[in-house]
Antibody, heavy 120, light 106 residues
Framework: EVQLVESGGDLVQPGGSLRLSCAAS????????LSWVRQAPGKGLEWVST????????YYADSVKGRFTISRDNSKNTVYLQMNSLRAEDTAVYYC?????????????WGKGTTVTVSS | DIQMTQSPSSLSASVGDRVTISCRAS??????LNWYQKKPGKAPKVLIY???SLQSGVPSKFSGSGSGTDFTLTISSLQAEDSATYYC?????????FGQGTKVEI
């Protein structure tokens, strides 16, 4: 079964750092772009970042640019989100999602999410 | 950035009703429009991609239409399990913006 499993969510203080991981299985990992999408408590879905299959191109939302870094290890079928200088407004459930190969490049497979809480 | 605006923000309907949700983009996005269903505590699930293509495994009671800037998601014959929040999302260009969501209550 095609699957994405996130991990690494935790309670962290403002200004702190955290690294999320997303492990993939049962598909050709390096062929697909992967994204992170978050949902803050009581709020809607927010796209955070996308990395291409080769890892050579990354895209970020303005709200996280300069603080978050997306990367991937195709030998481990894993994508990461390094989160630095965390703020209270980064508190959310973070989902990993696979971007489809065909246009219009929708997110066709999702993980169950991992929870990040930024609080003192 | 492309802004996505959904209407209504919420609606209440009865079992068997036909429900329509609208989504408007701030600029033309062709058919680069996708619809997702989100239930509390669950991962989002794609229903419709490319404005009108039904994702494999999704019941045919879900349908989408539109192009350019105006799009619609229709749920025919609403059932209790369709209670959820529905989001449109443009994948025309980054940032891949979502609408604010439409909460459907039954």
């Amino acid at each position: 079964e095609v699957q994405l499993v996130e991990s690494g969510g935790d309670l962290v203080q403002p200004g702190g750092s955290l690294r999320l991981s997303c492990a993939a299985s049962e598909f050709t990992f390096s062929s697909y772009a992967l994204s992170w999408v978050r949902q803050a408590p009581g709020k809607g879905l927010e796209w955070v970042s996308t990395i291409t299959g080769s890892g050579d191109t990354q895209y970020y939302a303005d709200s996280v640019k300069g603080r978050f870094t997306i990367s991937r290890d195709n030998s481990k079928n894993t994508v990461y989100l390094q989160m630095n200088s965390l703020r209270a407004e980064d508190t959310a459930v973070y989902y990993c999602a696979r971007r489809s190969l065909q246009a219009p490049r929708y997110m066709d497979v999702w993980g169950k999410g991992t929870t990040v809480t930024v609080s003192s | 950035d492309i802004q996505m605006t959904q209407s209504p923000s919420s609606l209440s309907a009865s079992v068997g009703d036909r429900v329509t949700i609208s989504c408007r983009a701030s600029q033309s996005i062709g058919n680069y429009l996708n619809w997702y269903q989100k239930k509390p505590g669950k991962a989002p699930k794609v229903l419709i991609y490319a404005a009108s293509s039904l994702q494999s495994g999704v019941p045919s009671k879900f349908s989408g239409s539109g192009s350019g800037t105006d799009f619609t998601l229709t749920i025919s014959s609403l059932q209790a399990e369709d209670s959820a929040t529905y989001y449109c999302q443009q994948s025309y260009t980054t940032p891949y913006t979502f609408g604010q969501g439409t909460k459907v209550e039954i």
